[in-house]
């Protein structure tokens, strides 16, 4: 499984291509891997960026959930899944994602390229530079969350 770490700020040049920065590259060719999957994200104004082998174990999270009689449920796996679009990268690490899914998250010029784990956050420069938190909120938020369950824990390994 890939793991992505860092922050990118990079350019669509006039076909609208981006240049992979070399860090990621770097995590996919230890992959073997140069295709991803790419689709909006359902929460925020974002697109996510899987990698190929990590969209596969994904939907096929998803899909062991879904009841192949259920027309609903069907329907929402369907449309889940048609909303993505494979890219792959070239030699020079670019790579060109539809704009279709651009288009959905107002894309101009400018991107930023989020490492979260598994997969790459594609985000406006403009959106992500205003959807931020500063450190004190990320921490008062992460006690919340964890804070407790973190303390326990060490108290059952002493």
Same mark, same amino acid.
Not at 4 to 13: E, L, M
Not at 115 to 135: H, P, Q, R, T, Y
């Given at each position: 499984? $890939?793991?992505?770490?860092?922050? /990118?700020?990079?350019? #669509?040049?006039?076909?609208? @291509?981006?240049?992979?920065?070399?860090?990621? !590259? !770097?995590?996919?060719? $230890?992959?073997?891997?140069?295709?991803?999957?790419? @689709?909006?994200?359902?929460?925020?104004?974002?697109?996510?960026?899987?990698?190929?082998?990590?969209?596969? #174990?994904?939907?096929?999270?998803?899909?062991?959930?879904?009841?192949?009689?259920?027309?609903?449920?069907?329907?929402?796996?369907?449309?889940?899944?048609?909303?993505?679009?494979?890219?792959?990268?070239? #030699?020079?690490? @670019? +790579?060109?994602?539809? !704009?279709?899914? +651009?288009? !959905?998250? $107002?894309?101009?010029?400018?991107?930023?390229?989020?490492?979260?784990?598994?997969?790459?956050?594609?985000?406006?420069?403009?959106? /992500?530079?205003?959807?931020? %938190?500063?450190?004190?909120?990320?921490?008062?938020? %992460?006690?919340?969350?964890?804070?407790?369950?973190?303390?326990?824990? @060490?108290?059952?390994?002493?």
């Amino acid at each position: 499984m $890939a793991t992505f770490i860092g922050d /990118f700020v990079c350019k #669509a040049d006039a076909k609208g @291509r981006i240049v992979l920065p070399s860090i990621f !590259k !770097k995590v996919m060719n $230890a992959m073997k891997e140069n295709r991803f999957v790419v @689709r909006k994200d359902l929460y925020t104004n974002c697109l996510l960026v899987y990698p190929y082998p990590d969209w596969e #174990a994904h939907v096929h999270d998803i899909r062991s959930k879904v009841n192949v009689y259920d027309k609903n449920q069907n329907m929402v796996y369907r449309q889940y899944v048609r909303a993505a679009a494979e890219v792959s990268y070239d #030699a020079n690490g @670019r +790579m060109l994602i539809p !704009k279709r899914l +651009m288009d !959905k998250i $107002a894309v101009e010029k400018e991107v930023v390229l989020v490492g979260v784990d598994n997969k790459i956050e594609l985000w406006s420069k403009a959106e /992500f530079e205003n959807g931020g %938190m500063d450190d004190d909120e990320l921490a008062a938020k %992460m006690q919340t969350f964890w804070g407790e369950n973190i303390n326990e824990d @060490r108290k059952e390994d002493e």
